[in-house]
């Protein structure tokens, strides 16, 4: 082992741990010269792969003298924060795609790494092989952001692309997802919309420098989404999508959400289909940006890691405080706003029992909820004599809207979906 | 004026310099100082401006040993390359907006900053707000970029989304852009392509960390592109839109030009519409993302400015050697292919005089010149007895589609349009 190479200790190796391996090994200059696995016996798929580098103690990696960089890659909340902090406290600084455990701790962790001069990156914790982190913090650091919207999960934009294509429903599309290895056998982390909600959370809180917490994101998954509503929205000129999202209003309160929304075909983000993720960024001076790519995968992951790892590198020995730019430490919480006090346009997909004089009934409905609708479509009749009904709203408060809902409903209707609509 | 702020002189006041004086008026820990303008006179956008900083010489603001960051934004080779130059030997730092001096003498102003150990940002000088230089050195430093197609200029590309939407001809949307202020009194720098060659000159050299030179890209307007041809691209699946390309062979040779193309409507470059900019970047490991945003104006521009000139700050006195990720030192030269010797696709419009026989005699002349056709329709017969006959080609190699093209017209037919086609 030569002096003067920079020494990453790796705690992980599947799939983006491999790929930060195999790329970093060309490198003259930084060498992985220890990394934490599960099973040391596992075959690898990495070509003169040296076995006498793996451990199945993450603390042998933590605690080596001789690592300058620990690269956290094993995802979740513990281990992982134990692990960071004891690297920390031993002089390392961490490169980590743990969206997770940033978005529970990350307040803690930085603070942390702050007071023991070392810097936390973590490029991949959101939207993958995408510039992201990194150009937010340095090159757009004099611009307010006041909005984002994205679409921050893969297998769930995957799911809503094929679902579009193949005017499949959800079930039939997650089933095939789930065969590809595009969804994990338990769904419910994607498609429920936890990890685009700890995405957004750190992704809102470095925009906004104003920390946001986890448990004051809305979030809502696509498992309600169905076919028929993608049909309904491509009449009307848009797409369906997670969209994870943030504003800021004039006051300062933030409005962080996870939700289904129809997005309109002239938008850029109705674009990025299949596995690809895309981050719409709103502010001053700047205007608005889309930056859109692989959100996902071993070598998109990896490009992310390699460049959180390179960017330590080259300031590591030569200055006491490296990466001014890239730290974090937003002392300010955001007040967030709660999603009934929120405006919307929404969409409606309402199945009527009897359809004789029911758009009067529910446009009656609307309007002593303060609902202005921007239309009313009634779109078939069925042999059972129910009438499919399909309503877009203008802008109005989420409660009035839930109000009219529950009135729609106990008028003996039955409310198939409810989706809002990008503004 | 406090010791402890970091002082900027800037270099021209017209709109971009605006923008970043009025952005940066609120920061308390960074001051312009001093303003180089033609005019002293003339009146400023700019609210509690104090006209006192104002200079009409250019060298008092290079000169001033109390400023730190020279911003030149003027733009053109001469006077700035040489106050660039003078501004680094006394010791300033450089933030420049200057496309065209970066691509015809970016090797001298680098090496020489180099030399000085002062560095040059110019995040504005490509894609105005779109973070594009500072990522592709930064969090994508670890990757091998081969490709990049991007819209660079904005004004083509208002006037090539005008033409598609309007169906209107080149010459009605040049004057309505004129008119507007989207496209200047004499547009040939924008239309002719020479804006968009500069831009992809410096952005190939970073991103294939080898210098190109301007005079190895191949460069054409979209003065030839006709409404006939945006009609035919659009039944035909494509947009036409200005592509600065650039592309890195496994030899290392590379493949830069500027020249109009069809591309295809599932590509999100053909959803890149009016004055915004697009860059997409294929390499490894990141694979490939497409960074969107306004590509120029008073704010997104500041932004970019900004951005260069905090980073700055933030390293400045407290490293001998700051920002060694930005720094831009590339000996090598890259080899260009010429055009003659590239391969692509391409749509081509031929009016033909006689009807009988015609499709046949083209489809004889490009087997013998090594072309495979994709497709070829013959769209309307006019009154006076000619057809237009429309080709898409396979892979064809350029020189033999320049001989196929010539001898297509000495048979008597008119090609009205030769444009590539995106592969």
Redesign the interface.
Known sequence: MEKNKIKIGLIGLGTVGT?VFK??QPYENIEITKVAVKNINKPRNIENFDNSILTTDCYEVVNDPEIDIVCELIGGVEPAFSLIKKAIENGKHIVTANKELLAKHGEELFNFAEKHNKVILY?AAIAG???L???IK??????KINKIEAILNGTTNYILTKMDVQGASYADVLKEAQGLGYAETDPTGDVEGFDAAYKITTLATIAFKKRIKLENVYREGITNVRAQDMLAANDLGYKIKLIASAKLDENGNADVRVHPMLISKKS?LA?IDYVTNAVSLSG???????????GA????T???V??????IA??LG????LL??MRCCHDETANCIDVKDTINKYYISINAKNNKGVIGKIGTICAENDISLASIVQRCVSEDNTADITVITELVQEKNMQNAIKQIEQDGNIVNSLIRVQV
Chains 1, 2 share one sequence.
Do not use: Q, R, W
């Open positions: 790929g790329t970093l490029e092989g995408i510039p982190i990194m150009p340095t090159i757009l650091a004099g611009n850029t674009h001053h001076p700047v205007g608005s940006i889309t930056l859109s790519g692989p995968g071993e070598f998109p990896a490009s992310s390699i460049g959180d790892i390179l960017a080259a300031e030569k200055t006491d405080y001014p730019m």
